[in-house]
T-cell receptor
Framework: TQLLEQSPQFLSIQEGENLTVYCNSS?????LQWYRQEPGEGPVLLVT?????EVKKLKRLTFQFGDARKDSSLHITAAQPGDTGLYLC?????????????FGTGTRLQVTL | NAGVTQTPKFQVLKTGQSMTLQCAQD?????MSWYRQDPGMGLRLIHY???????DQGEVPNGYNVSRSTTEDFPLRLLSAAPSQTSVYFC??????????????FGPGTRLTVL
């Protein structure tokens, strides 16, 4: 079983602050995704990164895939209360005709005014 | 276009009872899957299907059965519920199961409590 570790588990910050969430694995992934989940809802895909060293930006969110494709980070600039939620990384270790996602344990972010 | 729908939203069972969690999608997606989400453990894959008539086990399949008779529906059956199956269950679908460059869409979840 592949393991994805996320850190920190919990993060409480004030509006306007910057933060970084980390996702680490001992295995190489063919791709990695980041999701945000709000209470009572299913996860919603934010981004997929495929190439080692890849950087993607989504407004104030910057996602990076490690060169060795074993780790990733999510950086939020000038956090807003609307960023509050559970952030999940998920790695694809597809081994054949179908891929399977392994999810990290999540980082719960709270942004206060 | 309703996306991925799940029913029921909440369910309470007694140990030993059986039930079926329903999942449907109207996006003509080939790949569908079931996850359970427990505190501190993220989402874990239970079963998945790459198309009608084809299913396979994920990371935690014990105690669960699935079938895929149509492209649209992918029900999850609990044959004899146990307290360890108390969890939130999510169904998801994507266009293709070959790689996850396709967007995976999740349903709103079913919160199951087994007493």
């Amino acid at each position: 079983t592949q393991l994805l570790e996320q850190s920190p588990q919990f993060l409480s910050i004030q509006e306007g602050e910057n933060l970084t969430v980390y996702c680490n694995s001992s295995s190489v992934f063919s791709s990695l995704q980041w999701y945000r989940q709000e209470p009572g809802e299913g996860p919603v895909l934010l981004v997929t990164v495929v190439t080692g060293g890849e950087v993607k930006k989504l407004k104030r969110l910057t996602f990076q895939f490690g060169d060795a494709r074993k780790d990733s980070s999510l950086h939020i600039t000038a956090a807003q209360p609307g960023d509050t939620g559970l952030y999940l990384c998920a790695g694809d270790y597809g081994t054949g005709t179908a891929s399977k996602l392994t999810f990290g344990t999540g980082t719960r972010l709270q942004v206060t005014l | 276009n309703a996306g991925v729908t799940q029913t029921p939203k909440f369910q309470v069972l007694k140990t030993g009872q059986s039930m079926t969690l329903q999942c449907a999608q109207d996006m003509n997606h080939e790949y569908m899957s079931w996850y359970r989400q427990d505190p501190g453990m993220g989402l874990r894959l239970i079963h998945y299907s790459v198309g009608a008539g084809i299913t396979d086990q994920g990371e935690v399949p014990n105690g669960y059965n699935v079938s895929r008779s149509t492209t649209e529906d992918f029900p999850l059956r609990l044959l004899s519920a146990a307290p360890s199956q108390t969890s939130v269950y999510f169904c998801a679908s994507s266009y293709s199961g070959i790689t996850f460059t396709d967007t995976q869409y999740f349903g709103p979840g079913t919160r199951l409590t087994v007493l």
